[in-house]
C-alpha cells in the first residue's frame, strides 16, 4: 500500500486496518508497540487526557485511557513515518499529497467529502469526509518546505476524534 491509497481509505472508513476511535490505548499498543507520550503526560501521568502518543507520522490522542482522536500528520517536502501495521513494507514515504490529488482519490473511491467551512480561511483550507467525518486539513506550504509550486495546497493533516 502506498500513502495515498491509506489517506483515502482512513478518510471513507475512520479506521487504519485495526486502529480506531475508542478502542484502549493498550489494545494500541498490542498492535503498534509502545508510542511515545506527549511530555505533558509524561510529567503528569497516563491519567491525562487530551494528548497524543506518537508513533512517527501517526498520533493516537487518548481520554480515560482509550483513542478519542487518530491523527497522520505529514510536512510537504519530507517524508512521512508510519509504523509497519499502518503502512506495511515501508519506513517512510513522500509526505507530499496535494489537494486535488486527494480530492481526485476520494471521488474516485466514491467517498463523499464537503468544505469544512470552520478550517477554511486564508493560506488553509479543510474538508469533510462523510459518512467517516475525517477532517483534511491543507495549507499553502511555509518557507521551510520544499514543494514543487508554492502556490498550491498540500495536505497537512488528516485526523477523526470522537469524544
Known sequence: MTLLPLLVDFAATGRI?????GMPLT???ELLGPGRPHPVIRMKGPDTDGYPYIWGGLELVVT?????GIWIRLQPGSTVRLPPLVLPDSESYGATVLREDLLAALDSA???HEVNSVLTFDEQSSLWTRPADVCAVFALPSRDEHVPDRDRFYLDVLHKHTL
Open 17 to 21: 486496518g485495526p486502529l480506531h476511535c
Open 27 to 29: 489494545e494500541a499498543e
Open 64 to 68: 480515560r485511557r482509550c483513542v478519542s
Open 110 to 112: 466514491g467517498c463523499r
